[in-house]
């Protein structure tokens, strides 16, 4: 299996910016829990520090109820605020081995890499998981260069620690995806999606069709 069974193997992250009219973050959120969503990570760039913290509680709450762990992008004031189960960190972002510090042992903290050695660098600063990228290309990043695989496998054999891939993964070409991962013999933890699960109008029958193509 390519994309294995994990916590992480359908990763939402979200995006308010590409949601549907009249359709609010939570209740899309709560469609693609549902739909099987097996983690969430919250992302909110633009936002006021009231109003991330309000909606971290909001989503938090929510997860909590599902039983699905929530992850705050970057900002470890939130995550403590609400109780969330961890972060996840850009390499411009606070220091893994400061936020590990600053959060204890228990909290998932995931940090992006596009290396072997940020990789590296991050299991030894106390990663729990890489999010390693971008695979394809994005609407809610600039791409700098696309993943190769043969990169993706230097990451898999040096630092052993769970892979989340992002970046343009959608229904559309996550068949393609796991046969270059089946190919080049890379297993990876799971696969993050923002824009191709809330931008549609029924991330419920989304999730569900990506869960069916996750497990072929």
């Given at each position: 299996?390519?994309?294995?069974?994990?916590?992480?193997?359908?990763?939402?992250?979200?995006d308010?910016?590409?949601?549907?009219k009249?359709?609010?973050l939570?209740?899309?959120?709560?469609?693609?829990?549902?739909g099987?969503v097996?983690?969430?990570q919250?992302?909110?760039?633009?936002?006021t520090?009231?109003?991330?913290?309000?909606?971290?509680?909001?989503?938090?709450?929510?997860?909590q109820?599902?039983?699905i762990?929530?992850?705050?992008?970057?900002r470890?004031d939130?995550?403590l605020?609400?109780?969330?189960?961890?972060v996840?960190?850009g390499?411009?972002?606070?220091p893994c081995?400061?936020?590990?510090?600053?959060?204890?042992a228990d909290?998932i903290?995931?940090v992006?890499?596009?290396?072997a050695s940020?990789a590296?660098?991050a299991?030894t600063?106390?990663a729990n998981?890489l999010g390693v990228?971008?695979?394809f290309?994005?609407?809610?990043?600039?791409?700098?260069?696309?993943?190769?695989?043969e990169?993706?496998a230097?990451?898999?054999?040096e630092?052993?620690?769970?892979?989340v891939?992002?970046?343009?993964?959608?229904?559309?070409?996550?068949s393609m995806?796991?046969?270059?991962?089946k190919?080049?013999q890379?297993s990876?933890?799971g696969v993050?999606?923002?824009?191709?699960?809330?931008a549609?109008?029924?991330p419920f029958?989304?999730?569900?069709?990506?869960?069916?193509?996750?497990?072929?």
């Amino acid at each position: 299996m390519p994309i294995l069974n994990t916590p992480y193997q359908l990763y939402l992250v979200t995006d308010t910016s590409c949601l549907p009219k009249h359709t609010t973050l939570i209740d899309a959120v709560e469609q693609a829990i549902l739909g099987g969503v097996s983690m969430v990570q919250l992302r909110e760039k633009t936002a006021t520090t009231q109003s991330f913290y309000e909606q971290a509680l909001a989503i938090k709450n929510l997860c909590q109820a599902k039983n699905i762990p929530l992850l705050i992008n970057d900002r470890l004031d939130i995550a403590l605020a609400v109780g969330a189960d961890g972060v996840h960190l850009g390499q411009s972002d606070m220091p893994c081995h400061v936020a590990r510090r600053i959060l204890g042992a228990d909290k998932i903290i995931g940090v992006s890499v596009k290396n072997a050695s940020e990789a590296k660098q991050a299991k030894t600063q106390g990663a729990n998981y890489l999010g390693v990228g971008a695979v394809f290309e994005t609407t809610t990043k600039s791409l700098t260069k696309p993943l190769k695989m043969e990169t993706l496998a230097q990451i898999v054999h040096e630092v052993d620690l769970p892979i989340v891939l992002i970046g343009g993964i959608n229904e559309t070409n996550l068949s393609m995806l796991q046969h270059q991962l089946k190919t080049h013999q890379i297993s990876v933890a799971g696969v993050a999606m923002a824009s191709a699960i809330l931008a549609k109008s029924n991330p419920f029958a989304t999730c569900q069709q990506l869960k069916q193509l996750l497990a072929l």
